[in-house]
Nanobody, 129 residues
Framework: HVQLVESGGGSVQVGGSLRLSCAVS????????LAWFRQAPGKERERVAA???????YFADSVKGRFAISNDYAKKTLYLQMNSLKLEDTAMYYC????????????????????????WGQGTQVTVS
């Protein structure tokens, strides 16, 4: 079993920066993919960034060049560095994890919807104004 706990959300002005953290209880094959998702009111949950065990990263087009994802294995923490924040970045941000093969398919971490991620944190709110 994997437990994920996010922190670091808050309120920030347009153009500002925030760094989100996600404490990962342990690394197993179930954390092959680590990702950040976000969900704004009335919208579907979308993948913002993902990272696999080999260090490959994936970003949504809307955040490319502004966000960075990284993982510190020693600290067992996944990060999302968010720069040049925009109003549309306002959302609840979730940390998630899954195996490479899950729900009947084997897919790269940049593919598949939130539905194939098995482990989730409770979320941390980011508000840009």
């Amino acid at each position: 079993h994997v437990q994920l706990v996010e922190s670091g959300g808050g309120s920030v002005q347009v153009g500002g920066s925030l760094r989100l953290s996600c404490a990962v209880s342990r690394y197993t094959y179930r954390t092959y993919c680590l990702a950040w998702f976000r969900q704004a009111p009335g919208k579907e949950r979308e993948r913002v960034a993902a990272l696999d065990v080999d260090g490959r990263t994936y970003f949504a087009d809307s955040v490319k060049g502004r966000f960075a994802i990284s993982n510190d294995y020693a600290k067992k923490t996944l990060y999302l560095q968010m720069n040049s924040l925009k109003l549309e970045d306002t959302a609840m941000y979730y940390c998630a994890a899954r195996s490479f093969c899950t729900h009947g398919a084997c897919t790269d971490c940049g593919e598949g919807s939130h539905a194939i991620f098995d482990y989730w944190g409770q979320g941390t709110q980011v508000t840009v104004s």
